[in-house]
């Protein structure tokens, strides 16, 4: 009963058989190999248009350099005060980008909102020379509390930024989970809708150590080869990260993967509703955040489960916290079986019937691999 993240499950089958696959014989190194110009063109036909594509092992790199080529090191990036490249990645965008700050919001099921976007930008201080300046904003999709922005909301959120002369970057480390959800194109869910710069992941949908940062004006990625390799995310065996998303990207793998997850999703919220349990936020992609009494909690970890203990500050308004309970979050792979989520369910259906709310818990959230 695994649920701590996507992150804990293995490698889906198809691209393990492609990393093996990979490892016959020899090929230059650098990104200078058949497999990563067979890729390219594949991330072409995927988004509909030219792009250039920039292979990195990690999110956390993916994210923090995309962010450092957009902004100036005065520069500012506005984002969700709760997002993952404010609350988990240890500084690496300030540090990256030559200390560009990070402007966190607020704002409901950790999105951020075309009124607190526009408000901030028309009355905080920028510039001058005393500020730093306006110049990327960023999306999370799905957001840290495992909602989709809508396409309505991302056209709405990049005409702000596009107004103000802002870049538009979406961190997608799970942006597979909201197309299939969504059911649209990779096209529509990204430069269609006004994002320029895509942080895009494939380990948390099944692969072993692969992102990308996807540049939709190519002309706009001029220098980020040195960038990336400046940063030390340049892999010499860059053959082993362009085999992952050939087969990610492969018949759709990613996205049937990511349906998986999503479904599992469903089936755990709709079992822990019919136990009694109160789920936080509306399931829209493969995370699930439910109320638990420290009992159940303390029988679920006895029984084997894991999950992490979570805190918010995007709650929605009628949500509270009873002294005796805790915010759990759940997240599916496309490893999690319906066996694990029905003996996860059958515990949690074991507990007292009776929830006492009242009063406020504050719980540190654990984000030893959050995300």
Request: proline letters at 4%; glycine letters at 10%.
């Amino acid at each position: 009963m695994h649920f701590a993240s996507d992150n804990a499950a293995g490698i889906a089958a198809p691209i393990l058989n492609a990393l093996t696959r990979a490892n016959e014989g020899f090929a230059f190194g650098y990104g200078n190999d058949d497999v990563t110009e067979r890729l390219n063109r594949r991330f072409a036909e995927v988004f509909e248009r030219e792009v250039a594509v920039f292979l990195v092992p990690s999110g956390t790199a993916a994210n923090a350099l995309a962010l450092a080529h957009l902004a100036p090191p005065w520069g500012a990036v506005i984002c969700h005060e709760g997002c993952h490249l404010a609350t988990d990645e240890c500084g690496a965008s300030e540090f990256f980008g030559g200390g560009l700050k990070l402007v966190g919001l607020k704002g409901p099921g950790g999105k951020v909102t075309a009124s607190a976007v526009e408000a901030r930008l028309s009355h905080g201080s920028w510039g001058g020379p005393h500020h730093v300046v306006p110049a990327v904003l960023s999306v999370t999709q799905p957001t840290e509390a495992g909602t989709i922005y809508g396409l309505d909301e991302l056209r709405e959120l990049a005409g702000i930024a596009q107004r103000r002369g802002l870049a538009v970057h979406m961190d997608g480390a799970r942006l597979a989970n909201a197309l299939a959800r969504m059911n649209i194109t990779p096209a529509e869910a990204t430069w269609r809708s006004g994002v320029d710069v895509l942080s895009l992941g494939a380990t948390k949908g099944g692969a072993l150590a692969a992102e990308a940062v996807i540049f939709f004006d190519p002309s706009r990625a001029a220098g980020m080869s040195e960038r990336r390799k400046r940063g030390g995310h340049l892999v010499s065996k860059h053959r082993f990260l362009a085999a992952q998303f050939e087969a990610f990207l492969t018949d759709d793998l990613w996205l049937s993967l990511a349906a998986h997850a999503n479904t599992m999703a469903d089936i755990l919220s709709a079992r822990l509703r019919a136990a009694g349990l109160r789920i936080v936020w509306p399931v829209e992609a493969n995370e699930v955040f439910v109320v638990v009494s420290h009992r159940l909690d303390r029988r679920l970890r006895a029984a084997g489960a894991c999950y992490y203990v979570w805190s918010t500050q995007s709650q929605p308004d009628d949500y509270t916290l009873g002294e005796d309970e805790l915010l759990a979050r759940l997240v599916t792979s496309f490893a999690t079986s319906e066996s694990e989520i029905k003996r996860f369910a059958a515990i949690a259906s074991a507990q007292e019937s009776s929830t006492v709310w009242g009063g406020t818990l504050s719980l540190p959230k654990v984000s030893s691999d959050a995300g």
